[in-house]
T-cell receptor, first 113, second 112 residues
Framework: DAGITQSPRHKVTETGTPVTLRCHQT?????MYWYRQDPGHGLRLIHY???????DKGEVSDGYSVSRSKTEDFLLTLESATSSQTSVYFC????????????FGPGTRLTVT | RKEVEQDPGPFNVPEGATVAFNCTYS??????FFWYRQDCRKEPKLLMS???SGNEDGRFTAQLNRASQYISLLIRDSKLSDSATYLC?????????????FGTGTRLQVTL
């Protein structure tokens, strides 16, 4: 299994609070991604990174920001959590780019009350 | 039309059966195709890439039909442990960028 961890694995938070999710990899892969998964939807890309300090938006980026200060860490921040952001969040990594195989972390289950 | 479409199932099959899933995609310029497997409340895991010539990995065979824009996954001699949701994944060009697009999955339940 790819060396990807996510923390926390579960979180319950209140509407309006900021939340930061962490993804850590030990594979030294250049590309990292944040997805959310909701019933009836496929995995949807929130943001991705193609190198340290290099990030770009995905299809559902509103209300989210990211940072990557080290190759191994990719942080996802919900600036002011809303109930619509209740979801399962997956981090993924790939070595060569967005068109290539991606490997996923175990996920973070976030509930916003 | 969705970029990637799958029959959600569930497909209920007895152990030992052969089962096939199809997935259609809308972007004729797509070049990368994958099947992932996702167990309940777990992360997706890469099952296999799909190559133009078709490829096989043990009991699993993947095929690509570019003319009709679909990919398929065939599972032979189904095991109880094959019960999972199978995600079809295709790259989609968006301007100068390209990204992987995930289908919503086909659920397989293998029974005794």
């Amino acid at each position: 299994d790819a060396g990807i961890t996510q923390s926390p694995r579960h979180k319950v938070t209140e509407t309006g609070t900021p939340v930061t999710l962490r993804c850590h990899q030990t594979e030294n892969h250049r590309y990292m991604y944040w997805y959310r998964q909701d019933p009836g939807h496929g995995l949807r890309l929130i943001h991705y990174s193609y190198g340290v300090k290099d990030t770009d938006k995905g299809e559902v980026s509103d209300g989210y920001s990211v940072s990557r200060s080290k190759t191994e860490d990719f942080l996802l921040t919900l600036e002011s959590a809303t109930s619509s952001q209740t979801s399962v969040y997956f981090c993924a990594i790939s070595e060569y780019g967005q068109d290539y195989e991606q490997y996923f972390g175990p996920g973070t289950r976030l509930t916003v009350t | 039309r969705k970029e990637v479409e799958q029959d959600p199932g569930p497909f209920n099959v007895p152990e030992g059966a052969t089962v096939a899933f199809n997935c259609t995609y809308s972007n004729s310029a797509s070049q990368s195709f994958f099947w992932y497997r996702q167990d309940c409340r777990k992360e997706p895991k890469l099952l296999m890439s799909v190559y133009s010539s078709g490829n096989e990995d043990g009991r699993f065979t993947a095929q690509l039909n570019r003319a009709s824009q679909y990919i398929s996954l065939l599972i032979r001699d189904s095991k109880l442990s094959d019960s999972a949701t199978y995600l079809c994944v295709v790259n989609v060009q968006a301007g100068t960028a390209s990204k992987l697009t995930f289908g919503t999955g086909t659920r397989l339940q293998v029974t005794l």
